[in-house]
């Protein structure tokens, strides 16, 4: 039986940066313990001397999660977790034919299937314990077809789905699952894969802060909610996003003004 006097432990991937960091600010505030992952070293160091300073333990897990060798690494990390935070991720853009099959499977395994793995090897513990929470950070794109990012939505569609699918199972034994959809969010994602243009060609309204996020999927896993849409305009707009005229202005909107290329950010 374990301890309920022990220190609690959340294990966050995607770190470094963006909503990741934010999650694991948010949590080492509210008393946790924390597993941080990511690829970038130095940043995670950075951020677990902080927390460290806070009085909260931070381990340091440096991990590529878009391969299988990654994955096992935080897998071997993950004893005791009460709170997973599954948060890696990259955005990326690419017409039909245009990435590379093993880059594919890559973004894939990232996305998706390492997910999976994770909540697969994590969260049967948690159900044997009775009680921890799962947060998945998907996207709005989870819902809606996607020109020239059809590896990306398609991957977000499977991760929701799986999150959904696990809550129903989870629910009785105590055990909260969340999908978080964010649409944009004022991350380096978008820098790092080549789409800085965004920042200027969509619309303000749209964007959304990484606390934001982290405050909604928070809201959501506490409602015990399998699937939350951070932002109003994002819930009020989510039924119509498959329609062609939406699927238009939105492309109008998102277009680039160089010449096309594949975008591979940093799998982090």
């Known amino acids: 039986m374990s301890d309920p006097l022990a220190p609690k432990r959340a294990l966050i991937t995607g770190a470094s940066s963006g909503i990741g960091e934010a999650f694991a600010r948010h949590l080492a505030a509210n008393g946790w313990d924390l ?9 995670l160091e950075r951020l677990a001397a902080e927390i460290s300073q806070q009085g909260r333990k931070c381990e340091v897990v440096v991990a590529d999660l878009s391969t299988e060798a990654g994955i096992s690494t935080v897998i071997a990390a993950a004893n005791g977790i009460e709170f ?16 590379e099959p093993l880059v594919a499977h890559r973004i ?3 996305l998706a ?9 994590i969260v049967p513990e948690m159900i044997r314990r009775r009680r921890g929470d799962v947060i998945v950070v998907s996207s709005i794109a989870a819902f809606t077809p996607m020109r020239k990012s059809a590896i990306y939505a398609a991957s977000k569609s499977f991760v929701t789905t799986y999150a959904r699918s696990i809550a129903l199972e989870a629910k009785s034994a105590g055990v909260r699952v969340t ?3 964010p649409g944009y969010v004022r991350t380096e994602l978008h820098e790092q894969a080549g789409l800085g243009h965004l920042r200027s060609q969509v619309p303000k309204m749209l964007w959304l802060n990484p606390d934001d996020v982290v405050a909604a999927a928070m809201r959501g896993l506490d409602r015990n909610k399998a699937v939350v849409i951070p932002g109003l305009i994002y819930r009020l707009v989510r039924p119509f996003l498959g329609l062609t005229a939406l699927q238009r202005v939105w492309g109008g909107m998102t277009r680039r003004n160089n010449h096309e290329r594949q975008n591979d950010a940093n799998m982090d």
């Not at 597993?35 to 940043?43: G, Q």
């Not at 299937?113 to 090897?121: F, I, K, P, Y």
Request: charged letters at 20%; glycine letters at 10%.
């Open 35 to 43: 597993v941080i992952v990511a690829r970038r070293k130095d940043r």
């Open 84 to 99: 997973l935070v599954a948060n890696a991720g990259i955005t990326h853009v690419a017409g039909i034919g245009i990435t």
């Open 108 to 110: 894939v395994n990232l």
């Open 113 to 121: 299937t390492g997910v999976m793995d994770l909540c697969e090897a």
């Open 179 to 181: 999908a978080v959809c």
